[in-house]
């Protein structure tokens, strides 16, 4: 009982106190310096936490642009690519155009033969349907080979891939002149080290000679060998077409 009239009195000492002028102007003044401390320090909180969040958003932001930077890159690089396609594509279409404007005559595959390595086609049609010797042999506009011999009613077709076929080639790109054989590997040899070429370019037959038509594709660019101090580079040809499965090909006249 004692102790509760204690804490009692000294309750209503500190409400009293707390009701004087006195004690109420050292409060104001108390939390006059107080609180632009409090104040100072709560803005410096919130300042630190936008300026993290802002440095968040502009590292995120330099992210963001760099991935698009890339994006974009890739893209044009995709554009330029697709536009050497469309290019070199339309100018082998105009070729196989004029190639379409000669008269081709089908001819079915009867047999083939092989001598050591080299594979020839024999196909159905001879003189009497006006094949002759050195005509070139096609298929959807690739070159198959060239007649090698005719009989009335037959002829015999040594194909591109015959190590001792040597055949006059550009590219349908940049116009690099060079000889396609396939003594080894198919390639592209004696073409001049300045000369540009690139990888999937197309090479087609370039009519040097008068043997075979111009326009008649050989193959494309799958990788070339180019040093600075040699006057010629090798250029290595993918063919797309194997010609010991074709049933039928064409003769151009």
């Known amino acids: ?18 009701l004087t002028p006195v004690v109420r102007e050292i409060r104001g003044i ?8 409090s104040y100072a320090f709560l803005n410096l909180y919130n300042g630190g936490a936008n300026a993290f969040s802002l440095l968040k958003n502009v590292q995120t932001t330099k992210l963001e642009n760099k991935k698009l930077k890339n994006e974009l890159e890739q893209s ?26 000669n008269n081709l005559i089908e001819a079915k595959v009867i047999g083939q033969k092989r001598i050591k390595k080299n594979v020839y086609l024999v196909v159905d049609r001879g003189l009497e349907d ?10 959807n506009g690739f070159l198959v080979g060239i007649v090698e011999s005719t009989t009335t009613r037959q002829s015999t077709i040594r194909t591109i891939n015959n190590s001792d076929l040597k055949i006059p ?22 073409v001049l080290t300045s000369d540009e070429v690139y990888d999937g370019d197309l090479f087609i037959a370039s009519g040097s000679g008068g043997k075979i038509k111009r326009g008649l594709l050989v193959g494309s660019v799958s990788k070339y060998e180019s040093e ?14 194997d010609t010991s499965r074709l049933s039928r090909v064409f003769i151009v006249k």
Request: proline residues 2%; charged residues 20%.
């Open 1 to 18: 009982m004692r102790s509760f009239f204690i804490y009692f009195t000294i309750s209503i000492i500190f409400l009293y106190l707390n």
């Open 30 to 37: 108390s939390l006059s310096v107080t609180a632009p401390v």
């Open 76 to 101: 044009q690089l995709k554009l330029s690519a697709a536009l050497l396609i469309i290019n070199d594509n339309k100018y082998y279409e105009d070729e196989v155009k004029k190639l379409n404007n």
């Open 130 to 139: 006006n094949i002759n010797e050195g005509d070139s042999v096609s298929f």
């Open 169 to 190: 080639v550009e590219s349908a790109k940049t116009g690099a002149l060079g000889i396609f054989n396939c003594e080894f590997e198919c390639v592209v040899d004696e």
């Open 228 to 241: 600075p101090q040699e006057l010629f580079k090798k250029i290595y040809i993918k063919n797309s077409i």
